[in-house]
């Protein structure tokens, strides 16, 4: 079966860091293009990073110079750490396959929690 | 960047009826466009995919069209299940459009 599954979320303060984790069952993640997206409480679908199957990497201006993308290829896994982070980065994260094939991201995970917060 | 519009913000309907959402491209993005249902608490959903194809397992009810700048996604006859929020994607997410019963 396809499934991705993402843990790591919980509650930090602002400044602090976390590390988000996305393994995936039934496909290769190092063969897709995967993405993180992340919906702030009550607000829509924001786009968060995406690294290609070759290994580019590519950020919202919003997280840019603090968040990373990155996958171990052993573990079938894709992480985001995310340092620095302020109240506005409060929100569910999820990871998703960005099928090219398609143009759409056809498997999400179920998501998971971040709360920046004193 | 590219700025993706979607009107209306919401849409009151009754099951039964037709339903019309749009999404407007601040540039050109050829057929390049995705459409996403999700319900609270879910994940989205990947409806259509290169503007006018429909995912697998997505009832033949759900249609896109368009291209360049402007798109839409119908709903030809809304079932109860409809009822949810629908965003178009590129890169980027449009603002999303909240499908709820009249």
Redesign the interface.
Known sequence: EVQLVESGGGLVQPGGSLRLSCAASGFTVSSNYMSWVRQAPGKGLEWVSVIYSGGSTYYADSVKGRFTISRDNSKNTLYLQMNSLRAEDTAVYYCARDNVLLGGMDVWGQGTTVTVSS | EIVLTQSPATLSLSPGERATLSCRASQSVSS???W?Q?KPGQ????L???AS?R??GIPARFSGSGSGTDFTLTISSLEPEDFA?Y?C?Q??????TRLEIK
């Open positions: 390049y466009l995705a996403y999700q994940a989205p959903r990947l259509i995919y290169d194809n995912a697998t929020v965003y994607q890169s980027t997410f449009g603002q999303g």
